[in-house]
């Protein structure tokens, strides 16, 4: 895959795709946690994003399909998503520098994202690019012990 990756913005057309790989990411790293179904949800927030002139959502392309995205914007990583069957094909580096890329071209010197405490896979991803905590802590949903890190680059 990784010699036919292609990074581009995201069309209104991937919405569904989109939709798809995040919602196996997050079962995948979640497991019993993800249970909700929120697609409605997601379909309305990725055709904003994709649509909207603030937000930057990227894709990689790969082997005539879809693979994995990010959605950004201001200074803020909303989202890096691979689909599971994809990982460790380099997606998520290359995304990530692609965001990086599109902020350092609007003049933004330092980002902020979140992520689940409980996915040591992601947390290391980030890491290993450079980001670190700020210390800060957020609960996530349901009431469980759900907490949300926040990580910063600069």
Request: aromatic share 8%.
């Amino acid at each position: 895959m990784k010699s036919r990756m292609e990074i581009r913005r995201a069309r209104r057309s991937d919405v569904e795709t989109l939709i798809a790989i995040h919602q196996q990411a997050r079962r995948t790293y979640y497991g019993d946690l993800a249970t909700r179904d929120d697609t409605e949800e997601l379909r309305e927030a990725y055709t904003v994003s994709v649509d909207a002139p603030d937000r930057t959502v990227l894709c990689v392309d790969g082997d005539a399909r879809v693979a994995g995205f990010l959605s950004m914007k201001d200074d803020q990583l909303i989202g890096l998503y691979v689909d599971p069957a994809h990982w460790q094909h380099g997606i998520g580096g290359a995304l990530h520098d692609a965001g990086v890329d599109v902020w350092r071209a609007a003049g933004v010197t330092g980002g902020r994202l979140e992520v689940w405490d409980g996915n040591e896979r992601a947390k290391a991803f980030y890491l290993r690019r450079g980001w670190e905590s700020s210390g800060e802590r957020r609960p996530g949903p349901l009431d469980r012990d759900f907490v949300y890190l926040r990580l910063r680059m600069s």
